[in-house]
């Protein structure tokens, strides 16, 4: 919906303040563990006033550099009509590439890998966010140390379990916390940089370069701890399609960066006073009686920022589903006026486990700290490659160009991912095994389905001469409209042979639907049938969706009535094919593949359900496949 440049300026404000609940959680709350990793995780570093400037100034530059140029100023542009996220680079970079399979398959397997790491992402975000909150009871008062496990968990727990319940009722309050989380952030680096204000000599990068000349031996660890104040910088490009371009940047730049540089400097500025503070820098800013409080405040935060990752996960997974990632699971909306607000009660319970996991295996927010950076690092590495193809073919500047700025990114961040690779032992291991796990579900779907498509087609009847030898001797014809759903819009499909076979019948009216998901979010509802009739009272119809829209089949084919074809449907009935799948050694998969991509198809969601069909309108006709 087109809005006026003057509407556009009067939401700019509330857009802004939604953005800062939904999009900056992740990244607000880094503060929590970043410094504490550096000085006191797994592999610290020396607690010197040298060290402490060159981090400072590496945290600060890397805000700069990755955030603020690279997402905020660039990727932020490649938006598909309006969307962001990885499953619209995927699309965008796709879009240039019809008709050469080799670019085809590399931009996907890309893709894939990237969707695979934001899983990974996914699962460590709310582990170490709320544990890192729970963490400051050791601050508070050392005898409550054995709370926060089981504290965590039940923090986790009911986050997970309110899910189902969507976020619409609650996310009017996010903005307005995080305004709250933001300004203690910005007031608790003020109080303790009135300590020290000489610890803002920081701001300039020669610090964090003469750290890494310096400190050879100790840069790269120092790096793969940095990293972590950059964790986030996926969500502003996720989320940019509920809140627009300029709303993201006037919350980054106006409330979010300078309250981040400020936390960040109070707590070098607090560590060069007071080194034993270094066990947990971002609680030992607080004075004694704002402990509490900030527990309170910080867990707030966390669950913002893993309710914003768990969101997204459910907002990817959807969209996977539509462009053939991944198979179909149940879908609930939980909103009616909200399309994009969904639950996925699958996605949902598999994320809690993997935390619950996480969080009983690890125990602290230094131990996954391990298990976090490599998992944001591979997703931004992927994000840079994808976006310099769209930047080199889909935005016309040619390779040279495009390979100019994104390798200066690059640059940056495969030092980030070199740093947590040498971390895989220490817990870099876990988002990395998630990753393979579901690059290799996603990828053995992929190629499972087109197998099976392959397989389909080999038997394919042309659809026309098929109504041309019906003409010769027509079978009996009963009242009311036979649906037929087939991938292959001009082929026969095997439910209507079937049907024919078997009942000896046709009905009075006969659609072939098939539907198409474009590489673009939303098709326009004008746009989304394309109908054709045949003889016989034979009709092909092509229902068109985007990768974000949410299908309904039979609300869409009412649309044929514009074009002719009135369809009621109580007197229309779905045909839908059931394969059962069978391995073969010789096939074009590894045989535990195969049983692998038969083990998901046999457990996906029904056509029934996702093209919300209603199941006393259907009719399902098996037949068998050999893979």
């Known amino acids: 919906m087109h809005v006026s440049p003057a509407t556009a300026k009067t939401r700019l404000p509330a857009l802004a303040l939604a953005a800062l609940g939904v999009v900056y959680g992740d990244i607000g709350t880094s503060p929590l563990y970043t410094m504490k990793e ?15 400037l060159g981090i400072l100034s590496l945290i600060v530059w890397s805000l700069i550099i990755i955030v603020s140029v690279k997402y905020v100023f660039f990727i932020l542009r490649a938006d598909n ?26 931009i996907m397997l890309l893709g894939i890998l990237g969707a ?14 709320v544990l890192s909150a729970m963490e400051g009871l050791e601050v508070a008062a050392p005898g409550l140390e054995h709370f926060i496990i089981p504290l965590t968990l ?16 609650v996310g009017a309050l996010f903005g307005p916390i995080m305004v709250v989380w933001f300004t203690t952030l910005a007031s608790l680096g003020i109080y303790n940089l009135l300590a020290d204000p000489e610890v803002l000599r920081a701001l300039n990068p020669a610090y964090g370069v003469r750290f890494l000349i310096e400190n050879r031996g100790i840069a790269i660890v120092a790096m793969g701890a940095v990293v972590l104040a950059v964790t986030g910088a996926e969500a502003l490009y996720a989320d940019m399609g509920h809140f627009g371009r300029q709303p993201i940047r006037i919350a980054w730049f106006c409330f979010v960066l300078p309250a981040l540089i400020l936390n960040y400097f109070g707590q070098g500025a607090l560590l060069l006073l007071d080194p034993s503070t ?5 609680f030992h800013s607080a004075p004694d009686w704002a402990i509490y409080p900030l527990i309170l405040l910080s867990t707030a935060a966390t669950v913002i920022a893993s309710q914003a990752v768990i969101s997204g996960a459910f907002s990817v997974t959807r969209q996977a589903m539509q462009l053939g990632f991944v198979a179909r699971v149940e879908v609930q909306h939980t909103s009616d006026r909200e399309q994009g607000q969904v639950y996925l009660p699958a996605v949902n319970w598999g994320l809690f486990a993997a935390v619950v ?38 935005w016309g500047w040619g390779w040279g160009r495009a390979l100019f700025l994104f390798a200066a990114f690059l640059s940056v961040e495969l030092t980030f991912l070199v740093a947590n690779v040498m971390k895989i032992p220490d817990g870099g291991w876990f988002p990395l095994a998630v990753g393979v796990v579901i690059f290799v579900l996603m990828t053995t779907w992929k190629r499972g389905r087109q197998l099976l498509n392959e397989r389909l087609s080999v038997d394919a009847i042309a659809l026309e001469p098929f109504i041309d030898a019906l003409l010769v001797a027509m079978p009996p014809r009963v009242p009311g409209t036979a649906v037929f759903l087939y991938s292959d819009p001009d082929a026969v499909p095997h439910a209507l042979m079937h049907n024919l076979m078997h009942n000896k019948v046709l009905h009075e009216r006969v659609v072939v639907a098939s539907v198409r998901v474009l590489d673009q979010p939303y098709v326009a509802a004008a746009e989304r049938i394309e109908l054709r009739a045949l003889k016989a009272n034979f009709y092909r119809v092509v229902v068109r969706y985007g990768f974000k829209d949410d299908p309904n089949l039979p609300y869409a084919l009412t649309l044929c009535a514009e074009q002719g074809l009135p369809l009621d449907m109580m007197e229309t009935s779905f045909f839908l094919g059931r394969e059962t799948l ?15 991509f038969i083990a998901m198809f046999r457990n996906a969601s029904s056509a029934t359900n996702f093209f919300k069909i209603p199941s006393n309108r259907v009719v399902e006709l098996g037949s068998q496949v050999v893979l």
């Open 278 to 282: 270094a066990e947990n820098p971002f």
């Open 357 to 394: 996991v996480l969080v009983l295996g690890f125990r602290s927010s230094n131990n996954l700290a391990a298990a976090y950076g490599l998992a944001v690092t591979g997703d931004m590495v992927i994000t840079s490659l994808l976006a310099t193809i769209v930047a080199a073919r889909v």
């Open 582 to 596: 069978i391995p073969r050694l010789d096939s074009e998969m590894a045989l535990w593949r195969e049983k692998l």
């Open 81 to 106: 009509r309006g969307e962001g996220g990885i499953m619209a680079l995927i699309a965008l970079a796709l879009s240039d590439a019809k008709g050469n399979p080799r670019r085809e398959k590399a």
């Open 116 to 129: 695979a790491m934001f899983y990974g992402d996914g699962m460590v975000t709310p582990a170490i966010s």
């Open 38 to 52: 550096v000085f006191a995780g797994n592999h610290p570093i020396p607690l010197t006033p040298d060290n402490v």
């Open 154 to 169: 039940i923090v986790l727990f009911l986050l997970f379990f309110f899910q189902r319940r969507g976020s619409a009722s």
